[in-house]
């Protein structure tokens, strides 16, 4: 039996996320076209005969712009430290750029062992990804090269073969039933977030973070209460998010809602407050606060 902690790192939008839900089988971390979609080391925990694998999913690497792209840096190079393994992953369908050069600097320095993890390889052609894997190799030492589609599922299974030479001998870290190990109110701050992703488009969605500020459990009526503050940035993006006579932040809360209940198989009561908190990505402590907190 082996169990241990792979880090599953990559530039925004490379399939991260993506990846480690279809490797779970479960809604481990949301998902969004757009950059900066994980803030929080989300931790998916797959049970397979060898053992146990527990990902953690971190934020696209990148080159930072404010106190929010450097904490979510931080992140990542933090997580690099502290794994058995590194995926490193890179989006199949593109070339590789500067995100992922700064990338593979963080990751030499760990000396960790690293796979390379090729993703989306049902939209990249053979040679293409032939290409990419050179490319690789002549910049970082990897000790194996897994080409994936977690869309399609080929690949995912060589993928978990490949993962448990690394790690450690020992029992399981984590509960069998266990699928993340990460409290409800981050979940459902996370799920939150989605829906403004899902619906606003533009500058907002980048200036929106969610905090849970109250969760109360009724297990008498069956009933999860959930009290959440949606900060932006500006006066006239919590008019976009509370939209006309309140519509959108009735569409948004409608929908985590009802993932909220499948989630959990219980009956949710969910209450949204819009809060404009100027220029708050800039601000270190306040980042801090949010997602350490």
């Given at each position: 039996m082996?169990?241990?902690?792979?880090?599953?790192?990559?530039?925004?939008?490379?399939?991260?996320?993506?990846?480690?839900?279809?490797?779970?089988?479960?809604?481990?971390s949301i998902?969004?076209?757009?950059?900066q979609?994980?803030?929080?080391?989300i931790?998916?925990?797959?049970?397979?005969?060898?053992?146990?694998?527990?990902f953690?999913?971190?934020?696209?690497?990148?080159?930072?712009?404010?106190?929010?792209?450097?904490?979510?840096?931080?992140?990542?190079?933090?997580?690099?430290?502290?794994?058995?393994?590194?995926?490193?992953?890179?989006?199949?369908?593109?070339?590789?750029?500067?995100?992922?050069?700064?990338?593979?600097?963080e990751?030499?320095?760990?000396?960790l062992?690293?796979?390379?993890?090729?993703?989306?390889?049902?939209?990249?052609?053979?040679?293409?990804?032939?290409?990419?894997?050179?490319?690789?190799k002549?910049?970082l030492?990897?000790?194996g090269?897994?080409n994936?589609?977690?869309?399609?599922?080929?690949?995912?299974?060589?993928?978990l073969?490949?993962?448990?030479?690394?790690?450690?001998?020992?029992?399981?870290?984590?509960?069998?039933?266990?699928?993340?190990?990460?409290?409800?109110?981050?979940?459902?701050?996370?799920i939150i977030?989605?829906k403004?992703?899902?619906?606003?488009?533009?500058?907002?969605p980048h200036?929106v973070?969610?905090?849970?500020?109250?969760l109360?459990?009724?297990?008498?009526?069956?009933?999860?209460?959930?009290?959440a503050?949606?900060?932006?940035?500006?006066?006239?993006q919590?008019?976009?998010?509370?939209?006309?006579?309140?519509?959108?932040?009735?569409?948004i809360?409608t929908?985590?809602?009802?993932e909220?209940?499948?989630?959990?198989?219980?009956?949710?009561?969910l209450?949204l407050?819009?809060?404009?908190?100027?220029k708050?990505?800039?601000?270190?402590?306040?980042?801090?606060?949010?997602?350490?907190?």
């Amino acid at each position: 039996m082996r169990s241990g902690f792979v880090a599953v790192v990559g530039k925004p939008n490379a399939g991260k996320s993506t990846l480690i839900n279809a490797l779970t089988g479960k809604k481990v971390s949301i998902v969004s076209e757009k950059p900066q979609t994980t803030r929080f080391k989300i931790r998916g925990i797959v049970n397979h005969p060898e053992g146990q694998i527990v990902f953690v999913d971190t934020p696209g690497f990148h080159k930072p712009k404010d106190a929010l792209g450097e904490f979510l840096n931080s992140q990542v190079a933090g997580t690099i430290k502290e794994v058995d393994l590194i995926l490193f992953l890179v989006d199949g369908s593109r070339e590789l750029n500067e995100e992922d050069r700064l990338l593979i600097e963080e990751i030499k320095k760990s000396q960790l062992p690293c796979l390379l993890v090729i993703t989306k390889k049902d939209l990249a052609s053979t040679e293409t990804l032939s290409a990419l894997e050179q490319e690789v190799k002549k910049v970082l030492p990897v000790e194996g090269v897994i080409n994936v589609s977690a869309i399609t599922g080929e690949g995912l299974d060589l993928l978990l073969e490949k993962i448990f030479p690394f790690l450690p001998e020992g029992p399981a870290l984590y509960p069998e039933e266990m699928v993340t190990d990460y409290p409800l109110s981050i979940q459902a701050a996370e799920i939150i977030r989605e829906k403004v992703l899902m619906n606003l488009h533009q500058e907002v969605p980048h200036s929106v973070a969610v905090s849970v500020t109250h969760l109360e459990e009724k297990p008498e009526k069956n009933l999860i209460a959930i009290y959440a503050e949606i900060y932006v940035e500006k006066d006239s993006q919590k008019k976009i998010v509370i939209g006309r006579e309140g519509s959108m932040i009735k569409k948004i809360g409608t929908l985590a809602r009802e993932e909220l209940e499948y989630l959990t198989g219980k009956k949710i009561f969910l209450e949204l407050y819009v809060k404009v908190k100027e220029k708050w990505r800039e601000k270190e402590a306040f980042v801090k606060k949010l997602y350490l907190s």
